[in-house]
């Protein structure tokens, strides 16, 4: 399971079982999800949104504007043998303005990214 940690910047990879260590058919307090991995990247400094690719191990991910930092996407590897590498940045040729959230085609060849300001939505080819 992917979750963003919109103002930390980062994403956490985190098993999506519920722990129960007393093996105890009761609901148990402390049942939390494992952290596994965190995905982070130096100019990702909020993370408005993602979408996890299963078929080619790819995570997208689009930040926000924060102090001189402007918003961009990021693609990060997911497979085993890679796990969290930077694949790239990409942004539109005009800069986004407040990315809001990201959407992957059905058929894995364009992302989308919609803004609330200006009120568009990018389109973007995803190259394998």
Not at 16 to 45: C, F, W, Y
Request: glycine share 8%.
């Amino acid at each position: 399971m992917y979750t963003k940690q919109e103002e930390n910047g980062r994403i956490v990879y985190s098993d999506d079982e519920i722990n129960d260590d007393d093996g105890d058919d009761e609901t148990n307090e402390n049942n939390q999800s494992q952290v596994k991995a965190i995905i982070d990247h130096p100019l990702m400094r909020t993370v408005y949104a993602i979408h996890y690719d299963p078929i080619i191990y790819r995570l997208y991910a689009v930040s926000g504007r924060l102090g001189q930092s402007h918003a961009m996407g990021f693609t990060f590897s997911v497979h085993p043998e890679s796990f969290g590498q930077s694949i790239t940045t990409w942004e539109p040729n005009d800069k986004f303005g407040d990315p809001h959230d990201l959407a992957l085609s059905v058929n894995g060849r364009s992302l989308y990214v919609g803004e609330i300001r200006p009120n568009r939505i990018d389109s973007f080819n995803v190259l394998n």
